[in-house]
């Protein structure tokens, strides 16, 4: 550490420790009244030489600091090559702090690349359960990826069936695209109630996030394998954009204070590399996670920073702010982030883990446009220019990998969707939701076929809960949708509802017999 930072931070824990005296003390020997590991254990952002444990010490989750005494507590960590631990390859020791909920995240390095690792948490006589690690591979390897991407997990509408099916899949990595928790109170017909009311504060929040924790699928998923993790809105408030909250009785200041706490628990509770930073709620969490040279991350983030959603959710007649250059979603200095990445980036393939759909979709039949102004649509300048920068810089070997929509959708993404004569030059897969939204219902194909002739670059649509699963090749990108028949109660079976290919270099999506 610089002896500046040190001192400084020196400093500051002096002043805490002239009110709050016990800051000093550290537990070695930490005695829980309930198992502290109950929320599970997860990996994530692997690197080639490693990747984040986390784990938060938790033994009564929904008393005030998860039932911790308030000092601060030594946790070791231990990796191995066999999930009996005969051969630990790296070992640790981590100081889980009431400040940061007594989370702990260790940044694992000195592994080797493109392996299977087993790790766990041990603090007093408590031990974790064991999580596995893959590392990428190593830089400049075509090594072929598999991976599951999904989103939208409301706990108060459905059980995480489809998330214990992703753990039985073959996948190196999970990638969760947001709406990991939802902020809202539950209605008395909620197939599990939410604990507690809307969430507003860093207390709320922490519950809600040990609640959600504490499901065995989620658990499952996560110990199964690395994830790299985005947010949408609803680890914050639905639909909020920058610092305008849902239903704007929050002034900006009060949107600000409930950012940062959302923002400082999802950093808590999320196996992340994610610097911390000064004020929570300018935390910025974009970031790449590269698969050697097969496959890169761009982990956008497309609340924080865009404009405000206008024109009542409806583009209608002489709406001019929905047209406007300036609005955008990822704000400028995350769209040059992006743009040039793109064009300095040797990946064979460029993915976009991104939160709104990108392809337009227009629900009106005929002329009259009604779309979402909340996604993509909702800023069609800035989308146009981001794929007209992708015709440019990485054709049709750019995925977008989307969520929040809670329904399965395939869609070609065109370089300027102002002018449907443009080529194809994306692919988008949408994934449904894991369960927000219950259980959902059949597409009859006559809806199908009506949406598709407003919608020329729709290739698929369906309304079942699941998620995404892809194999990613030097040749090809193949991705299935797995759904769930029903998920408002428990012991649904997966099936794959269709299978979608895309070949490197060339475009369209075609669909595969799965
Ligand atoms: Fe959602």
Same mark, same amino acid.
């Given at each position: 550490?610089?002896?500046?930072?040190?001192? =400084?931070?020196?400093?500051?824990?002096?002043?805490?420790?002239?009110?709050?005296?016990?800051?000093?003390?550290? =537990?070695?020997?930490?005695?829980?009244?309930?198992?502290?590991?109950?929320?599970?254990?997860?990996?994530?952002?692997?690197?080639?030489?490693?990747?984040?444990?986390?784990?938060?010490?938790?033994?009564?989750?929904?008393?005030?600091? !998860?039932?911790?005494?308030?000092?601060?507590?030594?946790?070791?960590?231990?990796?191995?090559?066999?999930?009996?631990?005969?051969?630990?390859?790296?070992?640790?020791?981590?100081?889980?702090?009431?400040?940061?909920?007594?989370?702990?995240?260790?940044?694992?390095?000195?592994?080797?690349?493109?392996?299977?690792?087993?790790?766990?948490?041990?603090?007093?006589?408590?031990?974790?359960?064991?999580?596995?690690?893959?590392?990428?591979?190593?830089?400049?390897?075509?090594?072929?990826?598999?991976?599951?991407?999904?989103?939208?997990?409301?706990?108060?509408?459905?059980?995480?069936?489809?998330? !214990?099916?992703?753990?039985?899949?073959?996948?190196?990595?999970?990638?969760?695209?947001?709406?990991?928790?939802?902020?809202?109170?539950?209605?008395?017909?909620?197939?599990?109630?939410?604990?507690?009311?809307?969430?507003?504060?860093?207390?709320?929040?922490?519950?809600?996030?040990?609640?959600?924790?504490?499901?065995?699928?989620?658990?499952?998923?996560?110990?199964?394998?690395?994830?790299?993790?985005?947010?949408?809105?609803?680890?914050?408030?639905?639909?909020?954009?920058?610092?305008?909250?849902?239903?704007?009785?929050?002034?900006?200041?009060?949107?600000?204070?409930?950012?940062?706490?959302?923002? $400082?628990?999802?950093?808590?509770?999320?196996?992340?590399?994610?610097?911390?930073?000064?004020?929570?709620?300018?935390?910025?969490?974009?970031?790449?996670?590269?698969?050697?040279?097969?496959? #890169?991350?761009?982990?956008?983030?497309?609340?924080?920073? #865009?404009?405000?959603?206008?024109?009542?959710? /409806?583009?209608?007649?002489?709406?001019?702010?929905?047209?406007?250059?300036?609005? !955008?979603?990822?704000?400028?200095?995350?769209?040059?982030?992006?743009?040039?990445?793109?064009?300095?980036?040797?990946?064979?393939? $460029?993915?976009?883990?991104?939160?709104?759909?990108?392809?337009?979709?227009?629900?009106?039949?005929?002329?009259?446009?009604?779309?979402?102004?909340?996604?993509?649509?909702?800023?069609?300048?800035?989308?146009?220019?981001?794929?007209?920068?992708?015709?440019?810089?990485?054709?049709?070997? =750019? /995925?977008?990998?989307? !969520?929040?929509?809670?329904?399965?959708? /395939?869609?070609?993404?065109?370089?300027?969707?102002?002018?449907?004569?443009?080529?194809?030059?994306?692919?988008?897969?949408?994934?449904?939701?894991?369960?927000?939204?219950?259980?959902?219902?059949?597409?009859?194909?006559?809806?199908?076929?009506?949406? $598709?002739?407003?919608?020329?670059?729709?290739?698929?649509?369906?309304?079942?809960?699941?998620?995404?699963?892809?194999? /990613?090749?030097?040749?090809?990108?193949?991705?299935?949708?797995?759904?769930?028949?029903?998920?408002?109660?428990?012991?649904?079976?997966?099936?794959?509802?269709?299978?979608?290919?895309?070949?490197?270099?060339?475009?369209?999506?075609?669909?595969?017999?799965?």
């Amino acid at each position: 550490m610089d002896r500046r930072l040190f001192l =400084t931070d020196l400093s500051r824990y002096a002043a805490l420790a002239a009110v709050v005296p016990n800051v000093w003390r550290v =537990t070695n020997r930490p005695r829980f009244a309930d198992d502290p590991f109950q929320l599970g254990v997860a990996s994530g952002d692997p690197t080639s030489t490693g990747g984040v444990l986390w784990t938060r010490l938790a033994p009564r989750p929904f008393e005030p600091d !998860g039932g911790m005494t308030g000092t601060r507590t030594v946790v070791s960590w231990e990796v191995a090559d066999d999930d009996q631990f005969k051969t630990i390859v790296k070992k640790g020791r981590a100081t889980a702090a009431p400040e940061l909920s007594f989370s702990v995240h260790v940044d694992v390095d000195g592994l080797r690349p493109d392996r299977w690792y087993f790790y766990r948490f041990t603090s007093g006589d408590a031990v974790s359960k064991i999580g596995r690690l893959r590392t990428a591979p190593a830089d400049g390897a075509k090594t072929p990826l598999a991976f599951a991407f999904a989103s939208c997990q409301r706990w108060d509408q459905g059980y995480f069936t489809a998330l !214990g099916h992703l753990a039985q899949e073959e996948i190196d990595l999970g990638v969760h695209l947001g709406d990991y928790i939802y902020e809202y109170a539950s209605p008395s017909t909620a197939v599990r109630a939410h604990q507690g009311l809307e969430i507003r504060t860093l207390d709320d929040y922490r519950r809600r996030y040990a609640q959600y924790k504490s499901d065995i699928d989620l658990q499952a998923a996560h110990q199964r394998c690395p994830w790299l993790v985005t947010w949408d809105d609803h680890e914050v408030d639905n639909d909020y954009s920058g610092l305008i909250g849902e239903n704007q009785m929050e002034s900006a200041e009060q949107m600000r204070t409930r950012r940062a706490a959302a923002y $400082q628990a999802w950093w808590e509770h999320q196996p992340v590399r994610v610097p911390r930073v000064q004020s929570w709620a300018d935390l910025t969490i974009t970031r790449t996670i590269n698969w050697g040279a097969m496959a #890169r991350f761009w982990m956008l983030d497309t609340r924080q920073y #865009r404009d405000d959603q206008v024109c009542e959710d /409806v583009p209608l007649e002489g709406c001019a702010p929905w047209t406007d250059p300036k609005r !955008g979603l990822l704000g400028a200095s995350q769209e040059k982030w992006l743009v040039d990445g793109l064009g300095a980036s040797k990946s064979h393939w $460029q993915v976009l883990a991104n939160q709104v759909m990108m392809a337009p979709y227009d629900s009106a039949p005929g002329d009259e446009v009604r779309t979402s102004m909340d996604q993509w649509s909702g800023y069609p300048v800035a989308r146009d220019r981001l794929l007209n920068e992708v015709a440019r810089r990485a054709p049709n070997r =750019t /995925v977008t990998i989307t !969520g929040d929509i809670h329904t399965n959708w /395939v869609n070609e993404l065109r370089s300027d969707f102002s002018r449907p004569d443009r080529p194809t030059i994306g692919a988008e897969f949408v994934c449904t939701s894991i369960s927000s939204g219950g259980d959902g219902s059949d597409v009859a194909a006559e809806r199908m076929s009506a949406m $598709q002739s407003d919608n020329p670059h729709l290739k698929w649509f369906q309304n079942r809960r699941g998620y995404v699963r892809c194999t /990613v090749t030097e040749q090809d990108w193949i991705a299935e949708y797995r759904t769930v028949p029903f998920v408002t109660k428990p012991g649904a079976t997966v099936s794959t509802a269709s299978g979608w290919r895309v070949e490197h270099g060339k475009p369209g999506i075609a669909q595969v017999e799965s």
